[in-house]
């Protein structure tokens, strides 16, 4: 079983920058995919960025302004989100599974590949 805990939500205003960062414990894997995803009250949850360590990818609405980093060593997913639109302002959750990353989890209900979570943190952009 895979323990996520993410943190670094909070308010910030358009154009400013927020870390997220997602711990991982337990019976954890140096391969797994660890994503970020995102969702707003009443829609589905929508891949951000995902990366195995060795393959990275990003959905359109965060290239060019978010970057993931899985550290293998401390167990830790990173999303570092530079120039924030009010339209981030959402729910963000850690995701993993044991397995190569795919692009395909980034499509819609790609959130079925990844069975753990984290409980999700807030982020509000005015």
């Known amino acids: 079983h895979v323990q996520l805990v993410e943190s670094g939500g909070g308010s910030v205003k358009a154009g400013g920058s927020l870390r997220l960062s997602c711990a991982a414990s337990g019976d954890t894997y140096s391969r797994a995919c660890m994503a970020w995803f995102r969702q707003a009250p009443g829609k589905e949850r929508e891949g951000v960025a995902i990366?195995?360590?060795?393959?990275?990818f990003y959905a359109a609405s965060a290239k060019g302004r978010f970057t993931i980093f899985k550290d293998n060593n401390k167990k830790t997913l990173t999303l570092q989100m530079n120039s924030l639109k009010p339209d981030d302002t959402v729910t963000y959750y850690c995701?993993?599974?044991?397995?190569?990353?795919?692009?395909?989890?980034?499509?819609?209900?790609?959130?079925?590949?990844?069975?753990?979570w984290g409980a999700g943190t807030q982020v509000t952009v005015s």
């Open positions: 995701a993993a599974e044991r397995q190569y990353c795919s692009e395909s989890i980034l499509k819609p209900r790609g959130y079925y590949a990844m069975g753990y």
């Open positions: 990366s195995d360590g060795d393959d990275t």
